[in-house]
């Protein structure tokens, strides 16, 4: 819609002029500022209403003659489907340094000698949570057509819904805006695009919002029925689409061809992949059936592959080729040299007892695996009948899905979650971005984590949209694939929208398409969320939680004020309690106070597989999930992280618990004692730092525990920076003080001529 904003200023000066008035004499007369009058006229500030009639009143003319005087005498018409090409005049909230507030549409802008002036107004969200009262000369009668508006007026302050009107005089200081935390009347997103009719965030207990107890499995069939002839997943880097009812069908074969190798309810279903084609395929054929599936991180190594197997007790691996350091079958080979001599279906490992079957995601053949192509095939001579008898048996609160985390001590443990958790989750996600069938988001977030197969997949399948899938980040598929399949949603971590915005190929692309994502991880910079909003034209929200809590507690919402996204974690999800908890008494912090980041409900984990004491380190008596974060609360009910009570390091969205590097360090020769802590990172948030003791007389370089490293563990994991120290910091009664050593990290690099990236 065109913004004739500038059009006031100008004829403000030209009138103003005409009359032989200077800028100081109209500043005398209206009462405002030679600033104030001086800023509108070169239109650097988006006036008010208030000023405007004051400016109006000073120069002896009506207000009309700055909207737009014509010489029309008879009646004027102004249609509806005509209404948006017509000019809209632009008014801040009053602030001399105020943002554009509402758009007003006039309703009788071709009439000469107008008294009044008809709008037809929308309400734009307020980029901050304070507003300046304004007062002036004149009535207002104010009708709602949709949305809710708040008007507080002198010392009142009223809510008016669709439908409802007011009248009032303005000569009492006053304010519109829309109502907090509501779907404001007329609510546009970054691109001017019209928002659904919904209300942000969404609302426990209203209308249309409740938990489901669908399983994966019915939500996609739902939509196979409902929507079958609409893409569902598409790779748009190799044309590769399938619809709701060709994916359908696809997973009901893989699921019987899992049946077929003996995989039952319950069996433990790891995938090490990339987020290739199968990769959904799989998630759901293992749901239908009731399995879990396992997600394995694509930058393990051996020791962590063969520690994950071990503990999941994992019945089957599915692997694809591995990635461009890390070839998953030779490792695969190595944890089971067994595969290369047995039959198919009939591994008998010593060291991993309950591992049956080895999956190759592809068409290749390897001694030992099945591949899904075969399995595709064997699943095609299953009768149905065994799957819709296995289908009958799961329910929503069965685990479908384990997550390895650190969690907050200790070694990786597995995160169990639920059908309930994980689709519920996704749903409220998507709700707060108002998400609808329409939409289409493309997912360059690896699908082993949280935030790509909660977050984006379960998004996407409550909401029956389009999932366009970018098998590995690179920003230039990621650009590509929204540009040619007019993508609607991205989401990234900081890095990734970095990587995409100062990609050279950048202006290539056509990406006015997008209208919101979700940026999370780690800490959003401002001034990134400021290049988004402008130049991708998307209204970013934030997820706040962890793998535990399924992941989401915590999300801004779209009609949330530019701040409030950037510097907070936003409001509880819907059907989840959050408190700020005093980690020492256990009570409920006030507004205002530091503690930890708890919450109950439907998003809660089920456990951690086999570890019930770990389990109840985290979930209280109260059935309070416990995060590890410091965190505060505000008056307006936003929550703020300001630190972390556990020694978790978060390098750009990857979790590191110190403990496993250390535990891995202390077995190279020459290292008396080790402490891992993180080091301030601009491009990661955190960067992994070892804290190094050595034996007396031994010489080592940072080199050599990097190399020692290289190969056994994730790269992620391997310190960026190694400081070899005489003692650590320690309390008076002889602890740690592992927050000292972040301190010291950047004194220890100024020191050594180390540039902290």
């Known amino acids: 819609m065109p913004n004739h904003h500038t059009f006031v200023g100008h004829k403000i000066k030209g009138i103003r002029e005409s009359k032989n008035l200077s800028i100081e004499e109209v500043a005398e007369r209206s009462g405002l500022s030679l600033e104030q009058i001086t800023s509108i006229e070169t239109d650097q500030n988006l006036p008010s209403l208030g000023p405007l009639i004051k400016i109006a009143r000073a ?3 009506r207000l009309g003659t700055f909207m737009d005087d014509n010489d029309e005498l008879g009646p004027v018409i102004t249609r509806a489907s005509e209404r948006e090409q017509n000019s809209s005049i632009s008014f801040s909230n009053g602030a001399t340094d105020a943002r554009k507030h509402m758009d007003y549409h006039p309703l009788a802008q071709q009439k000469a000698g107008r008294h009044m002036e008809p709008f037809i107004i929308d309400i734009n969200p307020e980029e901050a ?24 007026y002198g010392k009142e302050t009223y809510t008016l819904k669709e439908g409802d009107s007011i009248f009032y005089d303005s000569i009492v200081k006053h304010h519109v805006h829309g109502a907090p935390g509501k779907n ?40 196979a029925e409902t929507t079958p002839d609409k893409e569902y997943i598409v790779y748009s880097d190799r044309d590769l689409r399938f619809t709701w009812s060709q994916f359908n069908e696809r997973v009901d074969n893989l699921a019987k061809g899992l049946i077929a190798i003996g995989v039952k309810k319950g069996s433990n279903v790891g995938i090490w992949a990339t987020n290739v084609p199968d990769w959904l395929t799989f998630l759901y054929a293992t749901a239908k059936i009731g399995a879990v599936l396992v997600t394995v991180n694509t930058n393990y190594k051996q020791n962590e592959l063969e520690y994950l197997c ?10 694809t080729d591995g990635t461009w350091d890390c070839n998953y079958v030779d490792m695969t080979y190595t944890m089971l040299p067994e595969l290369k001599t047995c039959q198919r279906g009939h591994l008998n490992s010593e060291r991993f007892p309950h591992l049956k079957n080895v999956v190759y995601i592809g068409m290749e053949k390897y001694r030992g695996m099945f591949n899904t192509a075969e399995l595709l095939l064997l699943g095609q001579n299953i009768e149905d009948e065994s799957l819709l008898e296995m289908k009958r048996n799961v329910t929503c609160h069965d685990v479908c899905n384990m997550q390895y985390t650190s969690g907050t001590t200790g070694f990786p443990k597995g995160v169990m979650l639920t059908h309930f958790n994980i689709a519920n989750d996704g749903y409220f996600t998507g709700e707060n971005m108002g998400f609808t069938q329409d939409d289409k988001l493309c997912v360059c977030v690896p699908l082993f984590h949280c935030f790509g197969v909660v977050l984006a997949t379960m998004n996407c399948l409550t909401h029956g949209c389009t999932e366009v899938m970018v098998e590995k980040f690179d920003p230039l598929v990621v650009l590509a694939s929204v540009h040619k399949e007019r993508c609607t949603a991205l989401y990234g971590v900081p890095t990734m929208f970095i990587a995409e915005l100062n990609h050279p190929m950048f202006s290539m692309f056509d990406v006015s398409c997008l209208r919101t994502g979700i940026m999370a991880g780690s800490l959003c910079p401002v001034e990134l969320m400021k290049q988004v909003s402008e130049k991708m034209f998307m209204t970013i929200t934030s997820v706040y939680g962890l793998t535990e809590s399924s992941p989401g507690m915590t999300q801004t919402c779209l009609n949330d004020s ?10 509880d999800y819907p059907f989840v309690e959050v408190k700020v908890l005093d980690p020492e008494t256990g009570e409920e912090c006030p507004v205002g106070m530091q503690g930890e980041m708890c919450c109950r409900g439907f998003n809660v984990m089920k456990g951690y597989y086999k570890n019930p004491e ?7 008596k109260n059935g309070f999930l416990h995060s590890g974060d410091l965190g505060i609360k505000d008056e307006n009910g936003f929550y703020r992280i300001t630190g972390r009570i556990k020694d978790m390091i978060i390098r750009g969205g990857e979790n590191i618990y110190p403990r496993e590097i250390e535990e891995f360090l202390y077995h190279m020769p020459g290292i008396r004692d080790v402490q891992v802590a993180a080091v301030p990172s601009k491009k990661y948030g955190e960067a992994v730092g070892a804290f190094i003791i050595l034996d007396e007389g031994v010489t080592m370089q940072p080199e050599d525990v990097q190399e020692f490293c290289r190969g056994k563990i994730a790269r992620y994991k391997i310190p960026k920076y190694v400081f070899f120290i005489d003692q650590f910091p320690l309390t008076g009664s002889g602890k740690i003080q592992k927050f000292k050593l972040k301190e010291m990290s950047l004194e220890l690099c100024k020191q050594q ?5």
Request: proline share 4%; charged share 25%.
């Open 562 to 571: 530019f701040e409030q996204r950037c510097t907070t974690v936003g409001r």
């Open 310 to 319: 071990k503990d999941s007790d994992m019945h089957t691996l599915c692997i």
């Open 753 to 757: 001529g180390i540039e902290v990236i």
């Open 184 to 223: 404001l009347g007329g609510l546009y997103d970054m691109a001017g695009r019209p928002l659904p009719n919904r209300t942000y965030p969404a609302e426990t207990g209203s209308t249309g919002y409740t938990l489901s107890e669908r399983t994966l499995g019915d939500w996609l069939e739902h939509w």
């Open 129 to 152: 949570p304070q507003f300046q009262l304004s007062d002036h000369e004149g009535e207002e009668f104010i009708y709602v057509m949709q949305g809710e508006i708040e008007i507080v």
């Open 614 to 620: 770990a389990t109840a380190e985290v979930i209280d």
């Open 59 to 61: 120069l002896g003319v």
